[in-house]
């Protein structure tokens, strides 16, 4: 059985909050400056924007969604982790790119994508989980950006 934790860190009435959730939440998610998805012994940290989520900011990927989280479990639940070892993997329009971290970490060669605002955030989030990246439109490396695709 896999093991779900997420805990969100930010802050509420200007105070610090860092909390771990029972279950998803959306309004403490969207809240939170940042995000850790504890699944089994793997973990994930993503920082995200959650004041930037206007069309005019970053849009809808300032921030994780309950779907990514709920897809980043269930690559991890259904398939065997020695798979991951050099599979190539595209996530496409990923936001701040939770599941294209966490198969990175799991041993994929992942290319994580998102319109040019967003890559930024994408970068800060590949240097926060430990991995390299290169900004290229060819697959290579432990997780990278593409802007052309």
Known sequence: ???LKIQVKGWEDGEPVNRLLEKPDR???HASDQIILHIDDVQ???NQKPHAVTAKKLGVGACAWEGEML???YLVASIPRHRYQGMRVIELGSGPGLAGLLVAKL?????ITDIAKVLPLIRENI???GLT???TTTCSGSAELSRDL
């Open 133 to 135: 990246h290169t900004p």
């Open 107 to 111: 041993g994929a060669h992942v290319t």
């Open 1 to 3: 059985m896999t093991s």
């Open 71 to 73: 897809l980043a479990a």
């Open 27 to 29: 309004w403490l998610m």
């Open 127 to 129: 240097h926060l989980n």
């Open 44 to 46: 994930v940290t993503v």
